[in-house]
């Protein structure tokens, strides 16, 4: 079978850990050319990607440094921006500091990282952003998750306007929103609760299914969007939730 992503450059951010990693992996898998990034330059290094993936440390929420990785990059063919911050709490027990960091990390990285590979892609005919948005936004919510929802709606806003404004352009532009997924960063939310057992066991009967979603299932949804085979899609959102939406 021939390899679906052969002789693309693809940027992922995040890709230290969790649905990052996975994609990182998948892509390389399929042929890809792949800069992996994450704000954890030596967490990039041990994750244990294979060789000839270029690793970058990047600060999503800084425009400068993403305007660097980007032009260092040569092209970009394809950007999976993936990194994301799960912010916990209601609209009471969420401060402005909360709100902020939400703000920066899953909504201000789109637009950086956006803001810096666009141009290239359209000089270059065409290209293709993946945004790693959430069921939790408008396609339903959950307790206590004030910040974190608001930020992924906004995400699948952006995604739609892009889509719409450089489709004449070649550009591409779709979202991945999961449901719950086993990743480092669940654990550690689990971790930190009351009970972690009866909050592990809440957060899997959220899923018709009874499962967490695994983080190469997302990858591979990723894999599609970045390839040929989706070359007619775009301002689209693919849920991924074992059912939690439904």
């Known amino acids: 079978m021939a390899e679906r992503l052969n002789g693309k450059r693809c940027l992922v951010t995040g890709a230290a850990q969790g649905i990052g990693l996975a ?3 998948a892509f390389a898998r399929e042929g890809a050319r792949v800069l992996a990034t994450d704000i954890r330059l ?5 994750a244990g990607l294979p060789d000839g993936i270029r690793l970058e440390r990047l600060d999503v929420t800084d425009a400068l440094a993403a305007g660097e990785v980007v032009t260092k990059a040569g092209r970009t063919d394809v950007l999976v921006n993936c990194a994301g911050y799960v912010g916990v709490g209601d609209l009471l027990a969420c401060t402005e500091q ?3 960091r939400s703000l920066e990390i899953n909504v201000l990285s789109v637009f950086n990282l956006s803001r810096a590979v666009l141009p290239g892609m359209i000089e270059n005919g065409g290209g ?8 939790v936004s408008t396609t339903k919510t959950a307790p206590n998750r004030f910040a974190y929802a608001s930020t992924k709606a906004a995400v699948l806003a952006m995604t739609r306007c892009i889509a719409l404004d450089y489709v004449g352009k070649g550009i591409r532009c779709n979202s991945i929103s999961p449901g719950t997924v086993d990743t480092p960063s669940l654990h550690e939310r689990i971790a930190a609760g ?3 057992e009866r909050l592990r066991e ?5 899923q018709p299914m009874g499962r967490f979603g695994a983080a190469a299932e997302i990858a591979e949804a990723a894999v599609f969007l970045a390839s040929d085979e ?10 991924i939730d ?3 939406s439904l």
């Open 202 to 206: 809440q957060m899997i009967a959220r």
């Open 230 to 239: 989706a070359r007619f899609m775009t301002g689209a959102d693919l849920v």
């Open 194 to 196: 009351a009970d972690p």
């Open 23 to 25: 994609i990182a992996h």
């Open 128 to 135: 293709h952003i993946i945004n790693i948005a959430s069921v």
């Open 98 to 100: 909360d709100l902020r």
């Open 42 to 46: 030596e967490a990039l290094r041990a």
């Open 242 to 244: 074992g059912g939690m």
